[in-house]
């Protein structure tokens, strides 16, 4: 495994994060002695950091994150969320993110956690995450129930407004650094490393569509980028690679980023991603799948609140 600073905060962190996005079935069901073994496989192989949050699964990824970290939770470093719950409900206020983190350590089985994130900023006031949600974040820190606070979310641009109003130790932003989308580099990328913060990049398979297989009803993109996404995984399937490989070995490969946060429901997924991480040389490809991703490059879809 390759180890990155990360940000200011002395700690050393896998190339490759968990994300625990599919733990909670959101990707297609999973039993929970798959989610362990997947889990336990990650931890084996040293993967260090855990993303989850209590949205995932309507809690399922947290409760069975926490059982199957029994025993190694303290070789890991363990993130969760607050402020998005339910099947897709917002509250930012201090009272619930505090009441949150206590139902989020009961299913993590921990007393604390590593980082807490406020999850998707652009469905929040901006004003109260800058001025209640991030505070109260900031007591739980001194409280010693959580170790470093980051904010995650959809649009860079907007991650990087927030960073610039208010001290945060990480920043996570997803979908837009991958083979479809770089936009990430354009405002957040250098304001991040400007101010130490570290850089979580999520969806390097830009959930699940340059992963070869089936894609998962409620997936946003519109349908040029689908019809993208499929060209480029025929492709790779030509030069006899998976799609999947190339994907995480382009993200694996940015000079700023602390992890790239991989939704694993697998111990061969977690292999994969191992195999990604050593030296990939195809520019023929690479220039190809370049022609079939550019009409679409960043393209978006609507996330938030319209006035973010
Ligand atoms: P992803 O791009 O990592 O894709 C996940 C999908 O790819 C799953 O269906 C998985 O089965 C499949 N996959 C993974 N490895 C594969 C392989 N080697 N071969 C074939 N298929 C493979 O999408 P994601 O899960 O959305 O993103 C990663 C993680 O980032 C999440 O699990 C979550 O922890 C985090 N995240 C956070 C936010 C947020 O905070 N707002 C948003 C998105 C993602």
């Known amino acids: 495994?390759?180890?990155?600073?990360?940000?200011?905060?002395?700690?050393?962190?896998?190339?490759?994060?968990?994300?625990?996005?599919?733990?909670?079935?959101?990707?297609?069901?999973?039993?929970?002695?798959?989610?362990?073994?997947?889990?336990?496989?990650?931890?084996?192989?040293?993967?260090?950091?855990?993303?989850?949050?209590?949205?995932?699964?309507?809690?399922?990824?947290?409760?069975?994150?926490?059982?199957?970290?029994?025993?190694?939770?303290?070789?890991?470093?363990?993130?969760?969320?607050?402020?998005?719950?339910?099947?897709?409900?917002?509250?930012?206020?201090?009272?619930?993110?505090?009441?949150?983190?206590?139902?989020?350590?009961?299913?993590?089985?921990?007393?604390?956690?590593?980082?807490?994130?406020?999850?998707?900023?652009?469905?929040?006031?901006?004003?109260?995450?800058?001025?209640?949600?991030?505070?109260?974040?900031?007591?739980?820190?001194?409280?010693?129930?959580?170790?470093?606070?980051?904010?995650?979310?959809?649009?860079?641009?907007?991650?990087?407004?927030?960073?610039?109003?208010?001290?945060?130790?990480?920043?996570?932003n997803y979908c837009h650094s991958n083979l479809l989308m770089n936009d990430m580099d354009l405002e957040l990328t250098p304001v991040a490393e400007q101010l130490g913060v570290a850089l979580l990049n999520a969806s390097p398979l830009h959930m699940g569509l340059l992963a070869g297989g089936s894609v998962a009803e409620w997936h946003p993109a519109p349908s040029p980028v689908r019809n993208a996404a499929a060209k480029i995984v025929s492709l790779c399937q030509t030069h006899g690679v998976r799609s999947a490989t190339v994907a995480l070995n382009h993200c694996l490969s940015h000079p700023a980023v602390a992890t790239t946060l991989v939704g694993f429901r697998s111990v061969d997924q977690i292999d994969d991603a191992l195999l990604a991480l050593a030296e990939f040389h195809e520019p023929e490809l690479m220039k190809e799948i370049r022609v079939i991703a550019r009409p679409v490059m960043n393209s978006t879809w609507i996330s938030g609140l319209a006035e973010n």
């Open 1 to 172: 495994m390759l180890y990155r600073s990360l940000g200011n905060t002395n700690l050393e962190v896998s190339a490759i994060g968990f994300g625990a996005a599919p733990l909670g079935d959101v990707f297609g069901a999973m039993t929970s002695a798959e989610a362990s073994a997947t889990v336990q496989h990650a931890v084996a192989s040293g993967i260090n950091f855990f993303d989850v949050s209590p949205y995932y699964g309507v809690t399922l990824a947290e409760e069975r994150l926490g059982n199957a970290l029994v025993g190694s939770r303290h070789q890991v470093l363990l993130a969760t969320k607050c402020g998005r719950y339910g099947s897709s409900h917002f509250d930012f206020s201090a009272a619930t993110v505090t009441r949150g983190l206590e139902d989020s350590l009961r299913r993590l089985k921990t007393d604390y956690v590593d980082f807490l994130q406020v999850h998707d900023v652009e469905f929040g006031p901006i004003e109260q995450i800058v001025h209640e949600t991030l505070p109260a974040l900031r007591h739980l820190q001194e409280a010693g129930k959580v170790r470093w606070i980051g904010v995650t979310g959809y649009w860079p641009g907007l991650l990087a407004r927030i960073l610039k109003q208010v001290p945060v130790d990480t920043v996570l």
